[in-house]
């Protein structure tokens, strides 16, 4: 995950964890210019990525921040660099924006090179603009819309990216069927859950599940029951008439997990992912969740990044989440599909003193609620079946 602006972003939303940032990085302004890739830590990194890995298809993930800030000649320079180095491999290239700044010349551009883009947006405008907006406090909805429709126009593939919270988890109904409404065919939810530090001289007021002074949850978090009854209330319109056409992060690697697979989701994985986040200076970090200086590998100028993708120390970050699972979890009949959620979340105490997950009800709700179909849906695929009969049967 290559942070090429670093934090910097446009847009100053309410509960995002990677503004402030920019802490890590005292001695510098808070400005684009400060946080710029530059063109050298972009060439090695790309250079050095292809390289280090064995496979034909090479995937570059472009994140932020806003990275659209950087302009178009910025990506097209990037593009370039992956041709020079390619070797002969096949290049894949996805952006994460919030869409304020897409117009027709970016979308032609992620078009004609076939850019995967994630579009965040919320739902309906209400909930969009209550937490995502410019720093005067305007909303960005219709922006983002206007984002969605160019893509539609120029036939850019993207999924939306859809931060699930204390307001919106609220009308589940409203925020999928919006979502279909502007194009959207690949859904992805994230559920907000932060924790803040309670000390004010703390430099990062967002702290990680290893945090033990005090802390408080963030007030935009979404609630375990809130999260479970969401999913819930989605699967239930998408098992009837959306099977097939429309694709859920969470209902996606559920089913993958019946079948015997493992979730591509790293947070229902039962490891932690090998998926780095690489600051705009070639600081790299275990996770993009995991941004502290306690989980900083190095920078690729001193040490190749191969190296700390297979280092003890990341080795050791990603075996963690299995090693660091609570007896509860380890007998949950859902264990396989849940993974014990992000460790980032595991800040809630069970019965027994053990941290887990304080998504753990809303997960089991779901899990729940929905076993019945996953079987079906998994039995389907089982004998090369579509999982869409799902939608003709009766359970």
């Known amino acids: 995950m290559i942070k090429t602006v670093g934090p910097v972003c446009n847009l100053d939303c309410d509960y995002c964890y990677y503004i402030e940032k920019n802490a890590l990085y005292p001695d510098k302004k808070f400005n684009l210019s400060s946080f710029r890739m530059n063109e050298e830590v972009l060439e090695k990194l790309i250079r050095d990525y292809i390289i280090s890995q064995p496979q034909e298809e090479i995937e570059f993930v472009w994140h932020g921040g806003e990275p659209t800030l950087l302009g178009l000649d910025y990506f097209r320079k990037a593009v370039a660099l ?40 919320d ?24 984002c969605a429709r160019i893509f539609c126009k120029h036939g850019v593939e993207f999924n939306t990216m859809s931060v699930v919270n ?19 065919r690949y859904m992805q939810f994230t559920p907000i859950v932060e924790r803040i530090a309670l000390d004010d001289t703390e430099a ?13 949850v963030m007030q935009e978090n979404v609630s375990a029951a809130d999260w479970g009854n969401f999913l819930c209330r989605i699967f239930d319109i998408w098992v009837k008439k959306d099977v097939g056409t429309h694709f859920v992060n969470y209902f996606d690697n559920t089913l993958a997990a019946y079948a015997g697979q493992a979730p591509s989701l790293c947070s229902m994985a039962p490891y932690c992912g090998c998926s780095l986040a690489i600051e705009h200076n070639g600081d790299v970090y275990c996770c993009d969740h995991f941004v502290f200086p306690e ?9 190749n990044i191969a190296e700390m993708a297979k280092s003890d120390r990341q080795l050791f970050f990603e075996q963690t989440k299995q090693d660091s699972l609570s007896r509860q979890c380890k007998s949950c009949p859902y264990l396989q599909a849940c993974g014990g959620d992000c460790p980032k979340n595991r800040i809630a105490v069970n019965r027994d003193g053990e941290y ?6 809303g997960f089991r709700m779901f899990f729940e609620h929905t076993r019945k179909h996953f079987e079906f849906m998994a039995n389907e695929l089982k004998y090369r079946r579509p999982p869409a009969n799902i939608m003709h049967v009766k359970l």
């Open 82 to 121: 992956q041709k020079k180095y390619a070797n002969g491999k096949k290049i894949l290239n996805s952006l994460q924006t919030n869409g304020t700044l897409i117009n027709d010349e970016w979308a032609e551009f992620l078009s004609e090179n076939g850019f995967l883009c994630g579009l965040s947006i």
């Open 123 to 146: 739902g309906p405008q209400k909930f969009h603009d209550r937490y995502r907006r410019y720093p005067n406090g305007q909303g960005s909805w219709e922006k983002v819309v206007e």
């Open 166 to 184: 204390a307001s919106n988890s609220k009308e589940p109904a409203a925020v999928y069927e919006f979502l279909k409404s502007i194009g959207s």
């Open 204 to 216: 990062l007021s967002i702290v990680d599940n290893r945090y033990a002074k005090a802390a408080a």
């Open 295 to 303: 989980y900083k590998l190095g920078n690729i100028f001193e040490t």
């Open 356 to 361: 887990i997950s304080c998504l753990c009800e």
